[in-house]
């Protein structure tokens, strides 16, 4: 009997913001390469300029991704935005590997009917909390950039390459560069 794959329940809510965690198929250590982060780091700043969206803070762990995102449109899918990010990288991806490690695609097929499709991303979606206090939003920024510090990855969130944090720390660790999170969202952080 086949597992029933969950999905992600989403809620667009107009002024939320949103922590969204998904993964790397069966948590295969894809973003441990530099070349996946890159693809990634492209794909979700352009689906973030292109979606109206900004980006307040993520970290990319070797086989998981977090982001905090907020949508600046009133009316938006976060699904559609996901699909937006998520699919360019699985097709360089599988691209690479069908090239590069062709031995690889047998660990990453499926079947939908009599079709054979291959995974890059974990499928059923992931994770999608919704963020609407100021508070809130604080601690799922320091969740998202502990991350690497849970895993034992770094002694500091600010070392690990593939993260905002070294942003928040003034520092410029990576290409992707988080937007400047809104004044009405820092009223009542710590610091404030």
């Not at 667009?12 to 198929?25: K, R, S, V, W």
């Not at 993520?58 to 699904?79: G, Q």
């Not at 031995?103 to 079947?111: A, C, M, Q, V, Y």
């Not at 100021?134 to 390459?161: C, F, S």
Request: proline share 5%; net charge positive; aromatic share 12%.
């Amino acid at each position: 009997m086949l597992a029933k794959i969950r999905h992600r329940k989403s809620y667009n809510d107009p002024g939320h913001a949103h922590e969204l965690t998904f993964g790397c198929y069966h948590g295969y250590p894809f973003l441990s390469k530099e070349r996946t982060c890159v693809w990634l780091a492209a794909c979700l700043a352009s689906a973030c300029r292109r979606l109206h969206y900004d980006l307040w803070a993520h970290v990319f762990m070797p086989n998981h991704v977090h982001i905090v995102v907020h949508p600046r449109e009133v009316r938006y899918d976060i699904a559609s935005f996901l699909k937006q990010v998520k699919n360019p990288v699985s097709r360089k991806a599988l691209a690479f590997v069908r090239h590069e490690s062709p031995d690889w695609l047998e660990r990453l097929k499926s079947t939908r009917g009599r079709r054979k499709v291959y995974h890059f991303w974990q499928r059923g979606g992931g994770f999608d909390r919704n963020i609407t206090e100021p508070r809130t939003l604080e601690k799922m920024i320091d969740y998202v950039h502990l991350n690497p510090v849970r895993k034992g990855q770094v002694a500091r969130a600010a070392d690990w390459k593939w993260s905002s944090a070294g942003w928040f720390s003034g520092e410029e660790p990576n290409s992707l560069s988080p937007d400047r999170i809104s004044i009405e969202w820092t009223v009542g952080m710590s610091g404030d």
